[in-house]
């Protein structure tokens, strides 16, 4: 059975930053695509970042230059730096894999059940 879990959410100040992890089990490994999508209250889910087998990654304009994503294959694990964090990057925050596709768009085949960040001005 598959399982992402996210971690490392919480309330922050503006300017503030988070780091948060998402921890895959079952047959998730380093030849997946892995990303990071967002929700915020009464919008559609939007893809944050993504990053695929190779390492590459890809952002989305609101977050370039402040979110970091990155991946360790040893731990299993996906994590995103957020730094410089604004109001309208409240939201809550879910990983997701998917063995062929790395866009949001195209589904995803694994999700994990969401962390909230929540940013105050």
């Known amino acids: 059975e598959v399982q992402l879990v996210e971690s490392g959410g919480g309330s922050v100040q503006a300017g503030g930053s988070l780091r948060l992890s998402c921890t895959a089990s079952g047959w998730i490994d380093s030849k997946y695509c892995m990303a990071w999508v967002r929700q915020a209250p009464g919008k559609e889910r939007d893809e944050v970042a993504f990053i695929n087998s190779d390492g590459g990654s890809n952002y989305a304009d609101s977050v370039k230059g402040r979110f970091t994503i990155s991946r360790d294959n040893d731990k299993n694990t996906l994590y995103l730096q957020m730094n410089d964090l604004k109001p309208e990057d409240t939201a809550m925050y879910y990983c997701?894999?998917?063995?062929?596709?790395?866009?949001?768009?195209?589904?995803?085949?694994?999700w994990g059940q969401g962390t909230q960040v929540t940013v105050s001005s």
């Open positions: 997701a894999a998917d063995r062929w596709n790395c866009y949001y768009q195209h589904g995803f085949q694994y």
